[in-house]
Structure formats: structure tokens, C-alpha cells
Nanobody, 115 residues
Framework: QVQLVESGGGLVQPGGSLRLSCAAS????????MAWYRQAPGKERDFVAI???????NYADSVKGRFTISRDNAKNTVYLQMNSLKPEDTAVYYC?????????WGQGTQVTVSS
């Protein structure tokens, strides 16, 4: 089993920044993909960004140039640096770890962008 714990969410003004963290523990293989998704009220959960063990990344078009995903493999932790935040970035942000045919989700952390 794998456990994921997100942190770093909160309330920020438009144009501000936040850094989310997601720490994984348990039975983690060498090769994993770690990703961030988000879900706004009344909407489906959407992909935000992904990073592989080797460091390859991919982003949703809506966050390219503003968000940066990174990871510390020694700590099994993935980060999401969010800059130039907009009100439409408001959502619950979820961390996802994929290894083999299995995927695991964290409990989510709320990000609210409002003046």
C-alpha cells in the first residue's frame, strides 16, 4: 500500500504564489509517475502536471509557464510551485502516484485564489 499526504494549500490573492507538497510512503517502486490534479466545485477532476522518476514533465495548457512540478526521489516527495495564481485556479488539488498497474491518491488540499 501507498499513502500520500498533501500540504501547502491555503488562501492567496490573485497574482500570488503557493507551493504544494505531496509526501509518499509505503511500498513505493523505483519507477513511478507522480502527478497533480485539481477539482473545482461542480466540475470534474482535471490533470495539472506530471513528473516521472527520470524527471520528464508535462503540463496542462492552462498552467504552462505558471506552474512548475518537481520531485525529490530520495524523499518520495513531489512539489507544485504555483505562480501568478488566478481565481480560476481555485480548486482542491490532489496528488497521484502511479506505479505498474496501480494508482494512489492523496486526500487533497484546498487552494483558494481570491482578493
Amino acid at each position: 500500500q501507498v499513502q500520500l499526504v498533501e500540504s501547502g494549500g491555503g488562501l492567496v490573492q490573485p497574482g500570488g504564489s503557493l507551493r504544494l507538497s505531496c509526501a509518499a510512503s509505503g511500498s513505493i517502486s523505483r519507477n513511478t509517475a507522480m502527478a497533480w490534479y485539481r477539482q473545482a466545485p461542480g466540475k470534474e477532476r482535471d490533470f495539472v502536471a506530471i513528473i516521472t522518476t527520470g524527471g520528464s514533465t508535462n503540463y496542462a495548457d492552462s498552467v504552462k509557464g505558471r506552474f512548475t512540478i518537481s520531485r525529490d526521489n530520495a524523499k518520495n516527495t513531489v512539489y507544485l510551485q504555483m505562480n501568478s495564481l488566478k481565481p480560476e485556479d481555485t480548486a482542491v488539488y490532489y496528488c497521484k502516484l502511479s506505479q505498474g498497474f496501480s494508482s494512489y491518491w492523496g486526500q487533497g488540499t484546498q487552494v483558494t485564489v481570491s482578493s
